[in-house]
């Protein structure tokens, strides 16, 4: 395999695919920075703003992949990558040899470990590097962004991630990235019931909840979902800074991951199944607070 080598703006291209609700900001740290920027996507109306600051429109990826030399895919689901990777017209068919590249959708540890293994015969990298933060987190490139793969791989990309994350963890070899999401998740699953039930309490109770949120977010109640997402909810804004879909998504992931652990977790499981009803009410495309409905 090639020698990993370091990125200079110059004569670097960044392919992304993937222009969703963070992707866009993400992509749009990239240009702000000076880099050359392709993008794809299955609409392409969702990359048009991309475009107007500089982007470069491909019309698929096979296109993309064969002109840019770091490629980001920031996508839906698994099989979502498993095709854009894998497929018979892929990014690994057609991309050149010693091409990066970095997958930051919440995918499975196994897939991920799979595409590094075709990537690396191939003669190209790979990292896992699953997010967390947002739709803010994305705009304000302050995304925590969790590392999977090849250290040396992890140090020559560092300076790419750095553009649109702050806290940037290498985490272990290929499929590390995406274990650590899945702690982030399930660590927020049960962390959101609890929000919205302290939201329902306060109003229940006659309190002013904005005056509550005043005392109990900076205490040890404080938690990210807290301070940005209850403030959506007493606002009635259920925009989506994450689908709640894909919230679903990478709970059954995080769910099968630990059953093949032998391990039992019961908090996942209610906040999957209280998800589960909301979704069944049509609200899969709402933002992940809307599960604040439930009680109001």
Request: proline share 3%.
């Amino acid at each position: 395999m090639a020698e990993v080598g370091t990125f200079s703006i110059e004569k670097t291209v960044i392919g992304f695919i993937g222009t969703g609700v963070m992707g866009k900001s993400m992509a749009g740290h990239l240009l702000g920075n000076g880099y050359k920027v392709h993008v794809y996507t299955r609409t392409k109306e969702k990359a048009n703003e991309l475009i107007e600051k500089g982007a470069v429109w491909k019309d698929s990826v096979r296109e993309l992949a064969n002109e840019a030399n770091v490629i980001i895919t920031m996508v839906g689901y698994p099989n979502d990558v498993e095709e854009i990777y894998l497929g018979e017209n892929g990014l690994l068919a057609y991309a050149q040899k010693g091409t990066y590249f970095i997958d930051m959708t919440t995918s499975t540890p196994t897939l991920a470990v799979n595409i590094h293994n075709t990537a690396k015969k191939n003669e190209m990298y790979t990292l896992d590097a699953p997010v967390s933060g947002g739709d803010i987190g994305a705009k304000e490139a302050r995304l925590a962004i969790m590392v999977g793969g090849d250290e040396v791989v992890f140090e020559a990309c560092r300076p790419i991630l750095e553009i649109i994350g702050q806290n940037i963890v290498y985490q272990g070899p290929a499929g590390s990235g995406q274990h650590t999401k899945m702690c982030n998740q399930i660590a927020i699953a049960s962390n959101m019931i609890g929000v919205c039930e302290a939201i329902a309490y306060a109003k229940k109770s006659g309190l002013d909840p904005e005056q509550v949120l005043r005392s109990i977010s900076t205490g040890a109640a404080g938690s990210w979902s807290l301070s940005n997402l209850a403030p959506r909810m007493i606002a009635d804004n259920f925009e989506p800074g994450f689908f709640i879909k894909h919230f679903i998504k990478d709970m059954g992931i995080a769910l099968e991951e630990a059953k093949l652990m032998g391990m039992e977790v019961p908090g996942l499981e209610l906040a999957k199944k209280l998800y589960d009803e909301l979704a069944e009410k049509g609200e899969g495309d709402s933002g992940t607070q809307a599960l604040y409905k439930l009680w109001s």
